[in-house]
C-alpha cells in the first residue's frame, strides 16, 4: 500500500468535507454501496445538487443519471468514484477536466491486492498531485460529516445521525458502522466520522488536522491499525493537545517488530506495541482498548474537558454500586477521600437516618419515596472541598414514563443542579444498556448531560480523562533536541564500541563512568590496580567484542597483583586464541552493593529514539521489567518512568538498601538520553548496564554502543 | 447482621419459590414498592389469587383489601411483607396460625441499621426457625421466577420479562435492576433472580442449592459481596459443579484482612481479595470483574456448555474486528491456529480472489453484495480438525429491516449452519448495544441463537468458558484430607515453633529439611560442624524466638572451628543478654546456589487452610509475587501455582540455573500441604522459608510453626 507523505492542505481538507455539489459514478441500483451513499445524502438532508453518472442506465436510484461527469453540465465540488478498479483514474482524468478537486473512492482493488493493483494506486496518486486533486481512500467508505449534514458514506446510517463534539478517524470500513452505531446507542454526537481506506493521499493526520480545526469538533476519536506518519501524527497531536482537544486511540495490533538491535538487551524490551504506549504517552494521547471504551471516553472526555484532579466524590442510589465504583476506582489511580465535616453534617440533614454518611455514598433505596434524594445529595458532595469531581450514579428511562412529563420535571430539576454544582459532575449508569429514544428525549428536553455507559467503561473513561488532564497540566516538553549539542566523539563512529570506547564517551560528555584504565600489558594492569585500590575488576577488551561475559572476559574480586597478573594473562591469551585484534583488559575498582541500573536507547524505526529504564539482573533478564519513553525525556519523565517498574521500591531502600536519590539518578539518566539525541542518526543503540545507584553516588560501570 | 447457619430444606425453597397465592401484607397506594409487587405479578400473568391486607384502607391498587391476613378467609401460600419494620414479626406470628409457610420480608430497618434492629431480625429468625416458617430478607426486594411467571418483586420489571437458563442471585437490591435490565438488551432469559436482603434465614448458599436442581437453570449468575457461609459455599459450588451447571460471580469489596499470622511472611502475600479467587478457582467458580461480564459470561456458558479447548477458529467480514479479537484472544489464553490446508483450499473456493485466506478470516466487505458469504465461510471453518470452537462476528438487526421476510430468511439460514456446524459456533456482535425489539424477533423465528454483547466482553466470556470447561475436565479433588492423617508431632503445640522443632517437625512428616545439629554448648557446636562438614551455618536458638536474622542471630559461611566457637559464644552471649531461656544454637551445613522458595499456610478465617508459594527475597519482599491455593492441593495443583509465579523462568533455569524438578518440588510442597492439614485446628500458620531448591534436591532450611 503506497502512502502519501505530504500533508494535504488546509483548505483542500474543507473542501472535501464541504462539498456544494456531489456526483455519484458508477451509480446502480444493483450496488448496495451506491443505494446507500444516495440514501444517506437525502436522509441527512444534503442541501446540494446530488448527480448521478452511469454510462449505461437512464434511471438510477428513480433519479435521471448523466452517462459521464461532462454530461452533467454543471460545476460538481465532489466526485464519489464507485467505479471498476481500472476506471478510477480515467473518471479522475474527466473531473480534472471539469475543475472537480475533491474525490471519495470506494473502489477497493487497488495496494490491498497487490503488486498489480499498488501500481494502479501510485498513478492515482501521481495524477491527483499532478492535478491539484484531494482524494480520500481508495478502498474506504468515505465520510459523514454529520455538523453539515453531508454524508457521502457507502454503508447504511442507521437514524438518528446525531450530530456533537467527537470526530472519529477510522482506518477499518466494517467497524466505522459499527462505531456509529454505538455512538448513536450512547448517544454521543458526531462532528464527522471519516473511513480511511488505503490513505493514498488523504491520511489518518490529514483528518486529525482538520479536526483540530473544526470548531464543532472537542474530541477527537482513533481507530487505527498502524500509525503510519508517526511523525507527522506527532505533530497533529501536539496540535491537539495545544487546541485543548483530547486524542483517544484504539490502537490495534500487537505484532512485535524484529528486534533491530541484536548487540543490545535493550531491543528485547521494546516492543512495537510498548513503544507506541509510550509514544502516545509522550504526545497525550488517550489509548483505550475497546470499542466501547473509544466512544464511551471520547463521549466523557467532550463533556468534562480537563478534569482538576483525582479525588472523586460518589453519589448513588446503591450499596452495591458504591462498591463496584470503589473497587473500580482503586484500579484507575482514583481516590475517593472521605467527605469533609461540613458535608457530613449536611447530608446527615437530608438523607435517612439509617443511611451511612461516607464516600462513596448510597442515599439508599428511599430514592424511591423521594426522587430529589440523590441531586440533593449531589448538591451537597459538589461543594466539598476535598473532590475535584463528583460521579452521579443515575439511569436514563430506557422505555416510556408513565407520566413523562413528571419524569422530564425531575431530570430537568437533577441537569440544573449538575449545571449548577461547584464541581464537574459525570453521570453514569450502572450498566451498559443503550439510550433509548425516550433517554434521548430526556437528555434533549431536559438539557441532562452526558451519561457514561455503565460503571465498568465509566471508570476507565474517568481514569483516563484524569491521567489525560494532568498530562495536560504538565509544562509541554521540548520536540527535540537532536543537532543542538555537539558531543564529544574522539572515534570513527561504526560498528560496535564496547566498553572502553563506550565510557569514555559517556565520561566525555557529563555521564559519570566508573574510574577505569586500559591495560594492554600485565605491568600496566597491576600499576593500574595500584592506582584504583583493590580489589579490582578486569574485563577483556578486543575489537568488535559485545558481550563480554559471554566469553567469560570478566574477573571480579582481584585483591593483590598476582591475580591481577593471572587474570589478564588468562584473559588475554583466550582473546588470541580467538584471533582477535586489538587485545587488552579494562581495570576498574571493584563496587559493591547499590541496585544495578540498566538505561538503554535504540532506534525505534517509527518512532526514533526510545529509552528504556529498568532494573538489572533477574528484573530485566526474568521480568522484562523496564519502562519506556521516547526522547528526549526530562528527568521529571524519568522519574516517573522509575517509579513505574516493579522493582521501584528497591530504590526506595527495600530490602535495606541505601534509598536512591532519585533527582540525581533521573539527571544522569537523561543525560543519558540527551547524549544519544546528540549523536546524532549514526547512532543505532546506546546501552549502559549496569548504572551503579547507591545513594547519590551514580555510576555507569559498563556501556555499549552501536553505530549504524 | 445476624446471619443463619443452617441450610433451607430443598422443599421449603421449592414452596418459597412457586407459591399458588400470595398475600401482599402492607400493600398501599402509597408505596412504590407496594404499586411495583401488585402490577408485576398482574404482567407476568401469575395464575393464582394476589390478597391485599391494610387494615385501614378498602381499596388498594383498585382492589378489596383485607384488614388482616385472618380476614383473607382462604388458604395463603405466601405472604410478601412491606409493614413497618417492628410489626413484622406479628405478621409472622399471625400467618404461621393460618398455615403460611413461606415469607418474603421487604421491610427494612433491621440488622443493617445497628443493634436494635438487629435484635428485631434475631427474634424473626428465632420465630420463623420455631414455626418451621421460611423467610426471604428481610430488607431484600423478593424474586422473579419467570420459568413460573411469579414475580413478588419490590421494584419495577420493565417488559418483556425473558424466561430462561440463567439463575441470579444478588446480594444488592438496587443492582438487582440493572442486572435485569441488562440480562433483557442481551436477550439472556433468566429462571430466577432473587434479591436477597439481610440473608437472616434464607442464604445465597440455600438458592444456589435451589438453582443447581432446578431443571430451568443450566448457569447460576451471583452477584456477592460476602461469601457469608464459605463452608456452605463450596458444599453448593461442588454440587453445581457436579451438576455441570457453572457458577459465574462477580465478587465486590477488596477491603484487606487483618494480617491474622504476624510471624508469618505469608500474611501479607493473603490478601482477602486472593484468598476469594484460590477458593472460587478450587471450586470451579467462574470469577468476572463487571456486571456487564456476569451476565454476557452466564448467558455464553448457558448456550455453550463445556468448550473442548482453547483453539478458536474465527470468521468475520471485518479485518480490523479480526485484528481486534486476535488482540483480545492472545489476552485470554486462547489460540487462532492456522488453518488446515484443505479448509484454506475450501475457502478459497468461496471468497472473493482479493480475500487474505487466514484464521482470524476476514470474508471481506463482500457480504454487501453475497450475504451468505459469512455462512458458508463459517460452515468451512467450523470442519477444520485444528479448531476446538468457532467465532462468528455477526450483528442482529437493531432498526427493523425494509424486508424482513428477507432478514428472517438469512438469519434461519445462518442458524441452521450454526446448528450443524462441527464445532461449537459463538456469535459475537462487534459492539455492546442492545438487542432491540426486532432482534429478539429474529433470534425468536429464526432460531438464531445466544450473540455475545460485543467483542471485548465476549472474548471475556470465551475465556472464562475455556477456563471453566478445563477445570470441569480435571478429576474432581479430594475435599480435605485433615483429621485423616495422624502426624508425628513431639512437643506441646502452643506459641511460636521457631526453627529446630518446627524443623523436626517436618523431618519427622516427610518433608526433607536440611541436616542439623542443636549445640548448647561450644564443644557440641564444633562437634556437630565437624560432622556436618564445613562451612556450617549457625542460628540462634531461644524459647519463643521468632524471626532470628532480626537480631543477627544467624552467622554464615563459617568455616572452621575457631570460627564456629566464636560465632556460638557471640550468638549465646547476646541471646543471654536479651534475657532469653533455651539458649542454644542450631548447626547445619551451608548451601549453595538453587532457588529459594516461600511456601506458607495460613488459617484463613472464612476459607481455612490457604497456601502461599512463592520464590524468596525480592520476589516475595518486593514483589509479592506468590499464587494462592486453598488445601488440600495435590501436586498438580502445586505445580499450576509455580506456573503463576512472575519469577517462574528462574525455576525452569533462567539465569544459569539448574532448571528445578517441577515434580519433586510440587512433590514436597504438597507434602507440607497436607501435614498442615493433620495437625489439625490448633495449627495457626507454617511456614518455609526457604524451601532450596537445586534441581531435584529440594530441601527445607528454615521453618517456622505458630499454633493457637
Known amino acids: 500500500m503506497s502512502t502519501a507523505t505530504t500533508p494535504v492542505g488546509t483548505e483542500a481538507m474543507h473542501a472535501l468535507f464541504a462539498p456544494g455539489s456531489i456526483a455519484l459514478v458508477g451509480a446502480t441500483d444493483k450496488s448496495g454501496w451506491s443505494v446507500s451513499t444516495f440514501d444517506n445524502l437525502r436522509a441527512s438532508g444534503f442541501s446540494g445538487p446530488v448527480h448521478l453518472v452511469n454510462p449505461r442506465t437512464e434511471v438510477v436510484h428513480g433519479q435521471c443519471a448523466h452517462r459521464s461527469l461532462t454530461e452533467i453540465g454543471e460545476p460538481v465540488d465532489m466526485a464519489y468514484v464507485m467505479v471498476p478498479t481500472t476506471a478510477v483514474l480515467s473518471v479522475l482524468r474527466e473531473g480534472a477536466g471539469l475543475g472537480i478537486r475533491s474525490y471519495v473512492v470506494l473502489t477497493a482493488g487497488f495496494g490491498e491486492t497487490g503488486p498489480e493493483g499498488l501500481r494502479l494506486e501510485e498513478e492515482i496518486l501521481d495524477f491527483a498531485r499532478g492535478h491539484g486533486l484531494t482524494v480520500l481512500g481508495p478502498n474506504g467508505n468515505g465520510y459523514i460529516n454529520a455538523t453539515a449534514g453531508t454524508t457521502p458514506y457507502g454503508l447504511p446510517i442507521p437514524p438518528p445521525l446525531i450530530g456533537g463534539p467527537v470526530g472519529v478517524v477510522l482506518q477499518s470500513g466494517a467497524l466505522a458502522s459499527s462505531?456509529?452505531?454505538?455512538?448513536?446507542?450512547?448517544?454521543?454526537?458526531?462532528?464527522?466520522?471519516?473511513?480511511?481506506?488505503?490513505?493514498?493521499m488523504v491520511s489518518v493526520t490529514d483528518v486529525i488536522d482538520y479536526l483540530v480545526d473544526d470548531p464543532a469538533t472537542k474530541v477527537i476519536a482513533l481507530f487505527v491499525e498502524s500509525v503510519r506518519r508517526p511523525r507527522e501524527f506527532a505533530r497533529v497531536a501536539r496540535r491537539a493537545a495545544r487546541a485543548g482537544k483530547?486524542?483517544?486511540?484504539?490502537?490495534?495490533?500487537?505484532?512485535?517488530?524484529?528486534?533491530?538491535?541484536?548487540?543490545?538487551?535493550?531491543?528485547?524490551?521494546?516492543?512495537?506495541?510498548a513503544v507506541v504506549d509510550a509514544a502516545f504517552r509522550k504526545l497525550g494521547v488517550v489509548r483505550v482498548r475497546s470499542l466501547e471504551d473509544l466512544i464511551i471516553t471520547a463521549g466523557l472526555l467532550?463533556?468534562?474537558?480537563?478534569?482538576?484532579?483525582?479525588?472523586?466524590?460518589?453519589?448513588?442510589?446503591?450499596?452495591?454500586?458504591?462498591?463496584?465504583?470503589?473497587?473500580?476506582?482503586?484500579?484507575?489511580?482514583?481516590?475517593?477521600?472521605?467527605?469533609?465535616?461540613?458535608?457530613?453534617?449536611?447530608?446527615?440533614?437530608?438523607?435517612?437516618?439509617?443511611?451511612?454518611?461516607?464516600?462513596?455514598?448510597?442515599?439508599?433505596?428511599?430514592?424511591?419515596?423521594?426522587r430529589t434524594l440523590l441531586s440533593r445529595a449531589l448538591e451537597v458532595v459538589a461543594?466539598?472541598?476535598?473532590?475535584?469531581?463528583?460521579?452521579?450514579?443515575?439511569?436514563?428511562?430506557?422505555?416510556?414514563?408513565?407520566?413523562?412529563?413528571?419524569?422530564?420535571?425531575?431530570?430537568?430539576?437533577?441537569?440544573?443542579?449538575?449545571?449548577?454544582?461547584?464541581?464537574?459532575?459525570?453521570?453514569?449508569?450502572?450498566?451498559?444498556?443503550?439510550?433509548?429514544?425516550?433517554?434521548?428525549?430526556?437528555?434533549?428536553?431536559?438539557g441532562f448531560p452526558y451519561v457514561a455507559g455503565g460503571i465498568e467503561h465509566a471508570m476507565t473513561a474517568i481514569g483516563a480523562a484524569v491521567r489525560w488532564s494532568r498530562t495536560l497540566r504538565e509544562s509541554p516538553r521540548p520536540e527535540s533536541v537532536a543537532g543542538v549539542g555537539a558531543p564529544v566523539v574522539r572515534a570513527e563512529t561504526t560498528g560496535v564500541w564496547a566498553e572502553h570506547r563506550a565510557a569514555r564517551l559517556l565520561a566525555d560528555n557529563g555521564v559519570?563512568?566508573?574510574?577505569?584504565?586500559?591495560?594492554?600489558?600485565?605491568?600496566?594492569?597491576?600499576?593500574?590496580?595500584?592506582?584504583?585500590?583493590?580489589?579490582?575488576?578486569?574485563?577483556?577488551?578486543?575489537?568488535?567484542?559485545?558481550?563480554?561475559?559471554?566469553?567469560?572476559?570478566?574477573?571480579?574480586?582481584?585483591?593483590?597483583?598476582?591475580?591481577?597478573?593471572?587474570?589478564?594473562?588468562?584473559?588475554?591469551?583466550?582473546?588470541?586464541?580467538?584471533?582477535?585484534?586489538?587485545?587488552?583488559?579494562l581495570v576498574q575498582p571493584e563496587r559493591h552493593g547499590g541496585v544495578e541500573l540498566l538505561v538503554g536507547v535504540v532506534r525505534d524505526p517509527a518512532w526514533g529514539l526510545t529509552m528504556a529504564v529498568g532494573l538489572g539482573g533477574v528484573w530485566v533478564e526474568v521480568l522484562r521489567d523496564s519502562a519506556?519513553?521516547?526522547?528526549?525525556?526530562?528527568?521529571?519523565?524519568?522519574?516517573?518512568?522509575?517509579?513505574?517498574?516493579?522493582?521501584?521500591?528497591?530504590?526506595e531502600g527495600a530490602r535495606g538498601t541505601e534509598p536512591a536519590d532519585l533527582d540525581r539518578v533521573a539527571e544522569v539518566v537523561a543525560r543519558i538520553g540527551r547524549l544519544a539525541e546528540e549523536l546524532g542518526p549514526g547512532l543505532e543503540s546506546l546501552e549502559v548496564n549496569p548504572l551503579l545507584v547507591r545513594g547519590s553516588e551514580v555510576e555507569a560501570l559498563d556501556a555499549l554502543v552501536t553505530w549504524n
Open 246 to 273: 483530547p486524542i483517544v486511540a484504539l490502537k490495534i495490533g500487537s505484532s512485535s517488530l524484529a528486534s533491530h538491535t541484536a548487540q543490545a538487551h535493550t531491543g528485547a524490551l521494546v516492543g512495537d506495541d
Open 512 to 585: 559519570p563512568v566508573v574510574p577505569s584504565a586500559l591495560a594492554v600489558t600485565e605491568d600496566e594492569a597491576v600499576a593500574a590496580a595500584a592506582d584504583l585500590g583493590y580489589p579490582v575488576v578486569l574485563k577483556a577488551v578486543a575489537d568488535g567484542l559485545g558481550h563480554k561475559s559471554d566469553i567469560g572476559g570478566v574477573r571480579l574480586g582481584l585483591d593483590g597483583p598476582e591475580a591481577v597478573r593471572e587474570a589478564h594473562r588468562e584473559v588475554c591469551a583466550d582473546l588470541h586464541g580467538r584471533g582477535l585484534s586489538g587485545v587488552a583488559t
Open 628 to 651: 519506556l519513553r521516547l526522547l528526549p525525556a526530562d528527568p521529571e519523565e524519568i522519574r516517573a518512568a522509575l517509579g513505574e517498574l516493579r522493582g521501584a521500591r528497591l530504590l
Open 383 to 446: 461543594d466539598d472541598p476535598g473532590v475535584d469531581a463528583v460521579i452521579l450514579l443515575s439511569d436514563l428511562p430506557r422505555l416510556p414514563p408513565a407520566d413523562l412529563a413528571l419524569t422530564l420535571e425531575h431530570f430537568t430539576a437533577t441537569a440544573r443542579r449538575i449545571r449548577e454544582a461547584r464541581r464537574p459532575v459525570i453521570v453514569t449508569s450502572n450498566v451498559l444498556t443503550d439510550i433509548t429514544e425516550v433517554g434521548r428525549q430526556v437528555q434533549r428536553e431536559a
Open 302 to 370: 467532550a463533556q468534562t474537558g480537563p478534569v482538576r484532579g483525582r479525588r472523586i466524590g460518589v453519589v448513588t442510589p446503591s450499596g452495591g454500586a458504591c462498591e463496584v465504583i470503589a473497587d473500580r476506582a482503586e484500579q484507575e489511580g482514583l481516590t475517593l477521600p472521605p467527605f469533609a465535616p461540613g458535608t457530613v453534617a449536611r447530608l446527615k440533614e437530608i438523607l435517612p437516618d439509617f443511611a451511612t454518611v461516607q464516600n462513596p455514598l448510597d442515599v439508599t433505596g428511599y430514592v424511591v419515596v423521594d
Open 179 to 200: 462505531l456509529l452505531g454505538f455512538a448513536q446507542a450512547r448517544n454521543v454526537g458526531l462532528s464527522l466520522l471519516t473511513s480511511m481506506g488505503n490513505e493514498t
